[in-house]
């Protein structure tokens, strides 16, 4: 007898206490504590777990002639805790997502529209590039530098995945000569000539 209520008791809480562990939707204005604070499931509709913004092409009138539409846990909060977030690319002619990494996460692209050169580069400095057609999927592993470029003569777009909601973005040319890193010093790091620097900077709003 006893046993049977002890059993009933555990199973009551083991249900009660499943739920909360299928998700954790950030509630975004809450204060922004680490890992962020799971929103009221009985506040949650379908729509907390449905992102939109995939479907409208990126504005690419900018130096890189490409756009970057994140799907991370900021502009998808459902995406908090389960691993995984989305994007979508697009790449006017002539466009490029240049030499850039993801610290946090992998990621796999796939071509919707056009085609686009791909590449990554290993930590042993192997290089993997692939021109990829409408269909075409290519992985990028956690970490390592990688590119996308049109190689069509129209806009070409990608959905882009990720194993992580929170995968970051460092593109290198813009962490080098796009914010107030002294000339000297890229000199000194990167071996490029001051003139080759300071025409980069120009180009990419570093200070002179
Ligand atoms: C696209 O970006 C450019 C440069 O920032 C801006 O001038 C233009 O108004 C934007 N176009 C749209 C449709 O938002």
Known sequence: MEKAIILSFLLVSLLSSSHAADFCVADLTAAPTPPATPAEESALTADDFVFTGLGMAGNTSNI???????????????????????????????????FHTHPGASEVLIVTQGSICAGFVTSSNKVYTKTLKKGDSMIFP???????????????????????????????????????????????????????????????????
């Open 64 to 98: 890189i002639k490409a756009a970057v539409t994140p799907a991370f846990v900021g502009q998808f909060p459902a995406t908090n805790g389960l691993g995984i977030s989305a994007g979508r690319l697009d790449l006017a002619k002539g466009g490029v997502i240049p």
């Open 142 to 208: 956690q970490g390592l530098l990688h590119f996308q470029l049109n190689a069509a003569g129209v806009t070409s777009v990608a959905i882009v995945s990720f194993s992580s909601p929170e995968p970051g973005l460092q593109i290198l040319d813009f962490a080098l000569f796009g914010n107030n890193l002294k000339t000297a010093l890229i000199e000194a790091v990167t071996f490029l000539d001051a003139a080759t620097i300071k025409k980069l900077k120009g180009v990419l709003g570093g200070t002179m």
